[in-house]
C-alpha cells in the first residue's frame, strides 16, 4: 500500500508542513447534531492548521452517557483513546483512577490558573494537578421560544411560572404544540434543573448539591414534581425517545412554541440561519433569572505511550483566546476562560457571559445535576431514574418525592 493510503489528511499535511507532531488524536466526543458537527469542524480546522492529525471517534447520544459507556469498555480493553469530551464529576472519576494525563506544563505556561473560573477548576484540576483542558460554559436553565408563536399569543415572554404558563396555554390555544421535548431521561432531567432552580437557589443547593433528605422529600419537592407534570401536559404525543436536536427543529420550524434546553439547542438554530431576537427568544427558565446551572465540556488526555506532543498541543490549543471564541460562537455555549471578548457572540452569547459572570460574582451559580456537574454520576443517574418515571406516569408527585429520597440513598 502506498504511504498516502496508510495516511489520514491530517497526518499527510503534518508531513508536508514538516511539523513536529508525529502521531493523531484520537477524539471520542457526541458532537453528532448539526450543530454541534458545526463546533466541531471549528475545532479540528483549528487542530489541522497546526499540524494535529484528528481521528474521529463519535459516540452518538446527547448528554454523553452512551460516549461514557464506550470509554468504559474501550479503557477496559486497554485501548483508551487519547482525547474525550468529557463533563464534571466523570472528569474526577477517571482522575481518581490514575489514568489520564497531567497537562499542568502547558497549563502552567499557559497561565491557565488566573484565566479559568474556580466552578470550573474545580473539575479542571485534581489533587492540584491540571488534568482537563476547558473549552466551553454550557448552561441548562435557557427557553428556546419560536417568536412567531409567541408573537401569535400577544403575550411577553414569560418572567415568573404562572406566565410561564399562561404562554404555553395561549399557545396550545392557538393550535400548536407549546413544549417541543424528547422522552429521554437526560432530557427530562434538564428540564428537572430548571424548575428546581425555579424554586429557589437554597433549594436547589439543599436538593441537587447538598442531598438533604428533608428536602429532597419535602413539600417543595412534591410541588416541583407538580410542576414537571404540568409541564408534561404540553408535550406531543410522540416525544417518547425523541433525540433533543428534534425537538430544537419543531421549534425552528414552528411546530412547536418552546423547548427548555441548555444552550447547545442555540446551535442549531444559529444552523437553520435563525437570528434572536428575530426568529426566536432566549430567556431563563421563568424564575430562575440571575442564577446559573452550568456545565463545562472539557477534554481530557488519557496517558498513552505516544502521541504526548499531540495531546499537549490539542490541549493548549482549545485554551487559545481567539479559539474559544470562535468555537463557542457556532457552539451556543460561553467561553471557558474570563479575558474573551463577546464582540463576535449574538444577544444570547452575551447574555450567557453576562448572566455567568455575574452569578458567580452573587452567589449563584450551581453545577447541573443533569449534565454531571453537582453529584457524581452514580447519584445522579439514580435522580434520572425517578425524575423520567414521574415524567411518564409511573409516580404521583408524592411517590416521587418520596422515591427521590430512596433512590439517592441508596447510590451514595
Ligand atoms: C451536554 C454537552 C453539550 C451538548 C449536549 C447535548 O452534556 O455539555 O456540549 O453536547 O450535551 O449533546
Known amino acids: 500500500m502506498k504511504l498516502k493510503q496508510l495516511m489520514t489528511g491530517a497526518a499527510m499535511t503534518a508531513l508536508i508542513s514538516g511539523s513536529a507532531f508525529a502521531s493523531d488524536v484520537e477524539v471520542l466526543h457526541w458532537w453528532t447534531s448539526g450543530g454541534e458537527a458545526a463546533a466541531l469542524n471549528v475545532l479540528k480546522d483549528d487542530l489541522g492548521g497546526q499540524g494535529i492529525g484528528w481521528v474521529d471517534m463519535p459516540v452518538a447520544g446527547g448528554g454523553g452517557e452512551a460516549a461514557m459507556t464506550t470509554l468504559r469498555a474501550r479503557v477496559t480493553a486497554g485501548d483508551a483513546p487519547t482525547a474525550v469530551q468529557m463533563l464534571g464529576f466523570d472528569i474526577i472519576d477517571w482522575a481518581s483512577e490514575g489514568v489520564l494525563g497531567n497537562l499542568n506544563d502547558v497549563a502552567t505556561a499557559e497561565g491557565w490558573d488566573a484565566v479559568v473560573p474556580g466552578a470550573l477548576q474545580a473539575f479542571s484540576k485534581h489533587e492540584g494537578n491540571w488534568i482537563a483542558s476547558p473549552v466551553n460554559v454550557h448552561s441548562t436553565n435557557w427557553v428556546w421560544i419560536n417568536k412567531a408563536a409567541l408573537d401569535a399569543t400577544g403575550m411577553a415572554a414569560p418572567g415568573s411560572w404562572d406566565e410561564l404558563v399562561a404562554v404555553l396555554d395561549a399557545m396550545k390555544a392557538n393550535g400548536i404544540t407549546p413544549l417541543a421535548h424528547g422522552g429521554q431521561a437526560w432530557q427530562d432531567a434538564t428540564i428537572f434543573d430548571a424548575v428546581v432552580l425555579g424554586m429557589g437557589d437554597a433549594f436547589y443547593k439543599s436538593t441537587m448539591i447538598d ?131 463577546n464582540t463576535d457572540f449574538d444577544d444570547c452569547g452575551r447574555k450567557g457571559m453576562a448572566d455567568l459572570a455575574d452569578a458567580g460574582n452573587n452567589d449563584r451559580l450551581f453545577g447541573s445535576m443533569a449534565h454531571g456537574h453537582s453529584v457524581p454520576a452514580s447519584v445522579k443517574n439514580a435522580i434520572y431514574d425517578v425524575v423520567t418515571a414521574h415524567f411518564n406516569g409511573e409516580y404521583d408527585a408524592e411517590t416521587a418525592a418520596a422515591e427521590l429520597v430512596n433512590a439517592v440513598e441508596s447510590a451514595m
Open 211 to 341: 442531598l438533604d433528605p428533608a428536602a429532597l422529600g419535602g413539600a417543595d419537592m412534591v410541588e416541583a414534581f407538580n410542576r414537571m407534570a404540568k409541564l408534561r401536559s404540553y408535550v406531543d404525543d410522540n416525544f417518547s425517545g425523541r433525540d433533543w436536536n428534534l425537538a430544537s427543529a419543531m421549534v425552528i420550524n414552528g411546530e412547536a412554541g418552546m423547548q427548555m434546553m441548555g444552550d447547545w439547542a442555540k446551535g442549531e438554530f444559529l444552523r437553520a440561519d435563525q437570528k434572536p431576537g428575530t426568529d426566536f427568544e432566549c430567556i431563563r427558565f421563568p424564575g430562575t433569572q440571575g442564577a446559573v446551572t452550568f456545565n463545562s465540556d472539557q477534554f481530557v488526555m488519557f496517558e498513552v505511550s505516544e502521541g504526548r506532543d499531540a495531546q499537549l498541543a490539542m490541549a493548549k490549543a482549545v485554551m487559545d483566546p481567539a479559539f474559544q471564541s470562535a468555537f463557542n460562537v457556532v457552539k451556543g455555549s460561553v467561553p471557558a476562560r474570563t479575558d474573551v471578548p
